[in-house]
Nanobody
């Protein structure tokens, strides 16, 4: 069974950091692009960042540039989203999703999704 499981969310103060994990089971993500999406309360889901199989990251939200970083550990079949200097506007449910080979900012291009993990940035 193909499955993605996110973890690492929580409540953090502005300026703090979190590292989200996206662990894959039932398949190897070695050849997959892994996208990170988020959905803030009352807003549509948006593509945040995507990491290609050759470990190249594209950020789709200008405000995360220089703050969010993706890394992958193929041995652990896990992709990470390191989020630094978090801001209240980063609050939302974060999802990871897989797509064969190529990154995209559009959720409809991704076939498998995790259940999401809540990130709340508040003082």
């Amino acid at each position: 069974q193909l499955q993605l499981v996110e973890s690492g969310g929580g409540l953090v103060q502005p300026g703090g950091s979190l590292r989200l994990s996206c662990a894959a089971s039932g398949f190897s993500l070695r050849f997959d692009a892994i996208g990170w999406f988020r959905q803030a309360p009352g807003k549509e889901r948006e593509g945040v960042s995507c990491n290609s199989p050759d470990d190249f990251t594209t950020n789709y939200v200008a405000s995360v540039q220089g703050r969010f970083f993706i890394s992958r550990d193929n041995a652990k079949n896990t992709v990470y989203l390191q989020m630094n200097n978090l801001k209240p506007e980063d609050t939302g449910v974060y999802y990871c999703a897989r797509r064969n080979r190529y990154c995209s900012r559009y959720g409809g291009d991704f076939g498998s999704w995790g259940q999401g993990t809540q990130v709340t940035v508040s003082s």
